[in-house]
């Protein structure tokens, strides 16, 4: 295969291969058939071949429809989340250079919202619902590629370190992404995946939404998370279900709540998109019966790198091997073999758009992905990510990594989730803690716990409990924010440890 919109070539006409989020069954035929007419719409409207378009979509059928579409026509598919701001929204639009935008308005009124005001027109109606486009802009197309190496996707990363960089992904990168992930989970015709994670993530597109459709299954789309509709689809018979680390608390919280045990046909779950602490893990085993496997990855990588394997799953916190066909090897390693994770292979991104500079700093030579990331290999080749290299904290010359507090955190019974990051405070770095939790804990309390389990230079100095954590539509803790939103908080806090 060249390109993503070819994965439905040869499915089961009269299977079904979607279940959109309002209730509608769509067949693979169905689905295919409407990607044609997307195209063509499209096509009349003004996009061409190397045009950058963006999606700013919440899962749906029409997203997955605009997608497979975009790729018909050799247009680069410009994710973004509906929920982004106007101000995120435009400024992905000026670097990205991009022909137009297309909304999902049925499934989102985050997407509605912005197609309102960039004066958008419906240029048709599909099947799965109205085709809303904004304006063509002024854009000069990119250079179209034959073969695998085309450009599909261009990701903008979250700006979550620093400002955001064009992921440029080729049909390539996706495609393999999408055959690992389906061959790893052993997905067939008889599975069905619950749709949560955001298509205009890398991971819910690739190793959930094409997977699945690779594989024959079907796939139940999710625009937003509600525990209860979650429920609802495990009962109902879905059989592999993705999600991030917070997902899952939230369900066991619900669960917990509802006072019952969860009525479900699961048999793979998996968590990513964050660190999974140890003690989450186990609970969410014990409730659901079933190993919870855990893989890495980054955006760059397309994005899998590591997986617990479904017949060798791991409850040391392990992220497993690398993927087939995926080298990782770690660089520098200290005295314990924690270095920075080195990543090369078909899933590598081609670079980032119009960042040459960026790009080399980020790529390699000999083609090794440099991460970001912190880790270290067992003897068996499975990978613990460790933390984030720009996250470790350096407290009186001690090395701290963010995620061993965060899982000792996340031991206390009272803590539902938490973030570690560090703060330069008079020639040194302290470690701040935020924690939500689900019951009355003071900070001291906290801070105990943690001194009871650690040496005493990895206690948090402080310890806030907030009401909530800022995270990105996917989960992910947005930890650059962390200090700016609870400043006032911060300061109160040390003026009265002052007085």
């Known amino acids: 295969m060249r390109r993503l919109h070819e994965i439905l070539d040869g499915r089961p006409a009269a299977t079904i291969a979607l279940l959109d989020h309002d209730g509608r069954e769509i067949s693979y035929d169905a689905l295919d058939r409407m990607t044609h007419e997307m195209a063509g719409l499209l096509a009349a409207h003004g996009v061409r071949a190397g045009d950058r378009v963006i999606l700013l979509s919440e899962n749906c059928a029409t997203f997955l429809v605009a997608a497979l579409a975009l790729s018909r026509l050799d247009a680069w598919i410009v994710l973004m989340n509906a929920r982004a701001t106007e101000a995120e929204v435009d400024r992905i639009r000026e670097r990205s250079g991009a022909r137009c935008v297309i909304f999902t308005p049925e499934a989102s009124a985050a997407s509605l919202a912005h197609a309102t005001r960039m004066k958008a027109t419906e240029i048709g109606r599909l099947d799965c619902g109205q085709v809303l486009v904004s304006p063509i802009f002024e854009a000069e197309p990119e250079p179209v590629e034959p073969d695998a190496g ?15 960089k064009g992921v440029m992904l080729t049909h390539g990168n996706l495609l393999f992404t999408c055959n690992a992930g389906a061959e790893m989970r052993s997905l067939s015709p008889s599975d069905v995946m619950l749709g949560l994670l955001p ?50 608390a939230s369900l066991l919280k619900r669960l917990q709540e509802r006072g019952e045990a969860p ?9 990513g998109g964050a660190p999974v602490d140890l003690s989450l893990k ?3 085993e014990a409730v659901f019966g079933i190993p919870l496997h855990i893989g890495y990855g980054l955006t760059e990588a397309s994005p899998s790198v590591s997986s617990t394997r479904l017949d060798a799953p791991r409850d040391d916190g392990a992220t497993g091997p690398a993927i087939k066909g995926v080298e990782v090897v770690i660089d520098s390693p200290d005295e314990k073999g ?7 292979g078909p899933n590598v991104m081609k670079g980032y758009y119009q960042n040459p500079e960026a790009t080399a700093q980020t790529l390699r030579e000999d083609g090794f992905l440099r991460t970001g990331d912190l880790g270290v290999l067992d003897a068996d080749g499975s990978l613990f990510v460790v933390g984030r290299l720009k996250e470790l904290i350096i407290h009186s010359g001690f090395n701290i990594y963010p995620p061993e507090v965060e899982t000792v955190l996340m031991e206390h019974p009272s803590v539902t989730l938490c973030a570690v990051i560090g703060r330069a405070r008079a020639g040194n770095e302290d470690v701040l803690a935020f924690v939500t939790t689900h019951g009355p804990v003071s900070e001291q309390e906290l801070r105990d716990w943690v001194r009871a389990r650690m040496v005493s230079y990895k206690v948090p100095a402080r310890v806030l409990v907030v009401d909530a954590l800022p995270q990105a539509p996917t989960g992910k803790i947005l930890k650059t924010r962390l200090l700016g939103q609870f400043s006032q908080l911060l ?6 440890t002052d007085a």
């Not at 085309?150 to 955001?164: K, N, R």
């Not at 993530?201 to 079907?218: D, E």
């Not at 924690?338 to 090369?344: A, W």
């Not at 300061?491 to 009265?496: M, Q, T, V, Y």
């Open 263 to 271: 009525r479900h046909s699961l048999r793979f779950i998996y968590a």
């Open 491 to 496: 300061d109160e806090k040390e003026e009265a």
């Open 338 to 344: 924690v270095g920075e994770i080195l990543v090369r």
């Open 150 to 164: 085309q450009v599909a996707v261009l990701m903008y990363t979250s700006g979550t370190v620093g400002e955001p």
């Open 199 to 248: 298509g205009t993530h890398i991971f819910g597109l690739t190793s959930v939404m094409l997977a699945t459709l690779k594989s024959g299954g079907r796939l139940v789309l999710m625009p937003r998370f509600d525990p209860d509709t979650v429920l609802d689809h495990l009962a109902a018979g879905v059989t592999v279900m993705p999600a991030v680390p917070q997902i899952f």
């Open 282 to 284: 186990k609970k969410v």
